[in-house]
Every structure is written in structure tokens, then in C-alpha cells.
């Protein structure tokens, strides 16, 4: 039988000590992260992505903390051992060391995450820094950062030449030095993951970074089939549910259009005694005319 108790930073490690694969997925709702809670996920994320997945934003950018926090709050509901990463929205830590403690604290006050997850290497180190400093777990996220995809070419993979690979690699252990529990690489070249996850003193997870990350995340609805814009090559469908659910909907427009619903089953009875009372009661007064009652 599995525990069923929070999951913790040192769980985490120790998970990367005996070699067993973290597996960390997105979340924006409660039933859904009871599911992956119930299922055995390690990690869940309240990504910015919810801007594009739940909202239809074309980008993560229009994601605002008070959105982030209040979906926050539902999934740490739901998360009985999860350990929960609340994702930062531009503009909610860039602007000062001062913001981004005062909005990371947000997440986990109000969101009732375990952690907040922030985009940079570098130039972001000395927010992670003060974030940490303030007592709150810090994610660092490199490679494909899709708040600053204006800035690195678009939503493309990163770190495919020599300068660029090195570049990621300072990143990571700039992050770590300042104080990150845990390093998110996303869409860089398997060979330079790999290099970085062996270096690394913390758990280094990977959303299309190849096999030799620590733990592999996912966008839940890339993986349910329920995002239609666009799927990037390292996504692994597990199920398909927009057919499921069109052919629900489909269902239920067609039996409210046919009156084959409600059924018999789905309706509430008067007693007999209180129907004949009703039927005196208004026969008896002038409003029961053209009333039908039978
Ligand atoms: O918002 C998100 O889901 C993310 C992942 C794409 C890494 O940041």
C-alpha cells in the first residue's frame, strides 16, 4: 500500500539517490489533480500554461497571480502526497527581488503550493537567491523559457550549438549555487541534459530534454489530447479525450433536442397526499384556472 503522506524536498532527493524517475505532470483543477494525485504522480505543476490550455491564450504571457494563485489553491487541495510547483507569471518576479518574494509568497500562502518555479539561469539567479533566502523552495526553468520567447527565437529548442549547450550549463549551476532546490530544462538536446543532470547536486527534470533527466514532465492536456493548437515533437499522448467528450456533448444536445431526457430516473416526486393538497389548494382559489393540473 503507498504512503499517502506529502511528499518533501528530501523525498525528492532521495528519489534521485536510488535512481527511481520523478514523474511530474501539469495541473490547473481540482478533479484533475485528485486524479493524478490518486494515480501516484510525485509532482505537479500549476503552470502558466493554464493561460493557453484553460484561458485559450495564445501565449503563457497574459497569465496573471491572481489566476495563477487561485488555481494553485485548487490543485493543493487535491494533492495529498504531490508535491506541488506553483509557476511564477511574467512580470510577477522580474521587476525586483522585493516582488518576486512578496508574489512567491503568495503561492504558497494563498496557493498552498510546497514550491514556485521561475524562468532564467543567470540573470535570474539573484531572485532565486532572495526567494530562498525568504524561505520559499525554489524551481529554477532553462532552455525553452516561453515568457521570454520573443527574446530566444520563439517556442524552439535551445542550447543546439557549442556556445549555447555551455551557456545552459552555467545556467544550471549558477541556479544551484544560488540556492534552487530543483532545475526544469526544457526542449534542449538530450547529449547536453545528460551532462548537465550528472553534474548536478539537485533533481534536474525535463520536458523535452531526453531520458537521462532525474524526472520527465508533461502538460496534462498534451498528453489527454485535449490542446489542438500545436503539439511539440516530445509530447507522448496517453489517451485521447476530445473525441470522448465531443461524443458527449453530442449525446446530451441530442437527447435534450429529443426529450429523451430526463428520463423517469432523473426527476423528483411529490407524495400523493401533498399532490391531491396542491391540486385542492389552487382549484380552490381563482389562480388555479388554466393551471392544467390533471
Ligand atoms: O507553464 C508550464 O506548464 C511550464 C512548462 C511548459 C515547463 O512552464
Known sequence: MEERRKLTIPDLLAMVERGEKIAFLTAYDYPSALL?????????????SGAMCLLGHKTTLP???????????????????AFVVGDMPYMSYQPSNELAIKNAGRFIAEGGADAVKLEGGVRMADRVEAIVKAGIPVMGHIGLTPQAASMIGGLKSQGRSAQTAKQLI?????LEEAGAFAILLEAIPARVAELIAKRAKVPILGIGSGPACHGQLLIVHDILG????????????????????????QGYIRDVKEGAFPGPEHVYHIPKEEWEELRAMIQSSTMGEGHGLA
Do not use: H, N
Open 36 to 48: 493524478e494525485d490518486r494515480a501516484g504522480m510525485d509532482m505537479i505543476l500549476v503552470g502558466d
Open 226 to 249: 485535449l490542446f489542438e493548437a500545436f503539439t511539440p515533437k516530445f509530447v507522448k499522448r496517453y489517451a485521447d479525450l476530445a473525441p470522448i467528450m465531443l461524443q458527449a456533448f
Open 63 to 81: 497569465a496573471t497571480m491572481d489566476f495563477m494563485v487561485a488555481i494553485t489553491a485548487a490543485v493543493s487541495r487535491a494533492a495529498s502526497r
Open 170 to 174: 552555467d545556467d544550471a549551476a549558477c
